[in-house]
């Protein structure tokens, strides 16, 4: 804790459980450190997905959602559906089901590892994340990018294995369905409370999209989604570390 003290501002990298939950933001406020990223309250609501569409359902467009607690033969929403942890990231334990069996399946396998399970309607379209930077001026959007994975969905191996999944960037869209994604981003990154930087995911499907999760710690590395939309939007990975360094210094101030 001492050495801790003797920084100026910590450059938050850490992912999942304890970096991105609002614990080590809550231990930082205690310390009077500043830190990258946003605060304790708001990274713990978007680390809980189920949080999250609670706190936006009125303010976003969501995909109808449950919350289940228990083993149960057969989806509440219908098929096809997704199976999915509160608390989760890099789409670890999301499941996409067309019966009762593949259902079952997903419960066995979330329920009893995570305790609670989201159950979620499936909208078929475009996945796309929209990555959003703070700076002195306020906030900025970044290019959108589409991913469009080989596999059914954007999932961990879509993810993590070259050649897995393909990168459209800027994402093909029309003026207004681009500003329409970008909108619905920046809405829900700046009424979660969101400061610095992150990336909101969502679901372009029939003129509309559909709110997914925001990442309030993206990946940072040279191949990750944010910097390369910074790149399209003509930002060099050396300039953004600086932008996300020195937003940790704006969090007094409001932004709306």
Known sequence: MDQLKSFDVVFNVLHGTFGEDGTLQAILDFLGIRYTGSDAFSSMICFDKLATYRFLKDIVEIPDFIEIREFMETSPLGYPCVVKP?????????????????????????????GSVIVQEYIPGREMTVSILETEKGFEVLPILELRPKRRFYDYVAKYTKGETEFILPAPLNPSEERLVKETALKAFVEAGCRGFGRVDGIFSNGRFYFLEINTVPGLTETSDLPASAKAGGIEFEELVEIILKSAFLKGEVRA
């Open 86 to 114: 509160r608390r989760e990231g890099s789409s670890i334990g999301v499941f996409i089901c067309e019966s009762d069996e593949e259902f079952q399946h997903a419960i066995k396998e979330d329920l009893p590892q995570y």
